[in-house]
């Protein structure tokens, strides 16, 4: 922090930290054992495109730069992107799928460390991860009730639990806080901590 910045008591954001993400497996763990809760294996980075780039060339790009292979295979995994239309605040989401978990986080993280390496960075906003009750018929809950967000230019977490007509389960979230803080960074700020209503995830 510079001399100016000292004396008007501005403070610099903290810089990205896509690393973090790599704490989440082990968020997964936790919030197994004591929540009860299991990752749906889909997760949606959040982005606001720049004004006029087209939806199909966006997509198109997306895909173009972060391609999203299989081992062994050529290609971009098609069914494992899909670019969702802008929402009504103007952003866009990537939304993305996996056969586990670290391979998701993983991929979301090439996702974001890409599209930061081409410019993208300042309009990122978040990466959002589900988690869903699990059930003994199936290892992968069919859809979630929980979600663990990741602030792209905070480099924190926070959870969100979001319950029907747009409220949220705050005592469930607070209690997640506690909960997650040995493993990931959580974001300290409760005001940063806002809804994500009609997220593009099952």
Not at 29 to 45: F, H, K, N, R
Not at 66 to 74: D, Y
Request: aromatic share 10%.
């Amino acid at each position: 922090m510079g001399f100016l910045d000292t004396i008007l008591g501005r403070t610099k954001p903290a810089a990205p930290n896509l690393d973090r993400l790599f704490g989440l497996p082990g968020a997964a763990i936790t919030l197994q054992s004591s929540e009860g809760v299991l990752p749906t294996l889909q997760a949606a980075v959040c982005f606001k495109p720049a004004v006029g780039q087209a939806f199909n060339e966006a997509e198109q790009e997306l895909v173009d730069l972060i391609q999203l292979k299989e081992p062994g295979s050529a290609g971009p995994v098609a069914g494992n992107l899909k670019m969702e239309g802008t929402d009504q605040y103007g952003y866009r989401w990537v939304v993305v799928e996996a056969a586990d978990f670290d391979t998701l986080v993983t991929q979301v993280h090439l996702v974001n460390s890409t599209l930061q390496e081409h410019g993208y960075g300042p309009q990122l906003l978040c990466s959002v991860f589900g988690f869903g009750p699990g059930g003994t018929d199936s290892a992968t809950p069919k859809s979630a009730s929980t979600y663990i967000v990741y602030l792209y230019k905070r480099g924190t977490f926070y959870p969100f639990v979001p319950e029907a007509g747009e409220r949220r389960d705050n005592e469930a979230e607070l209690r997640m806080k506690e909960l997650l803080a040995e493993d990931l960074a959580i974001e300290s700020d409760l005001d940063r901590w806002f809804p994500l209503w009609g997220l593009p995830l099952r």
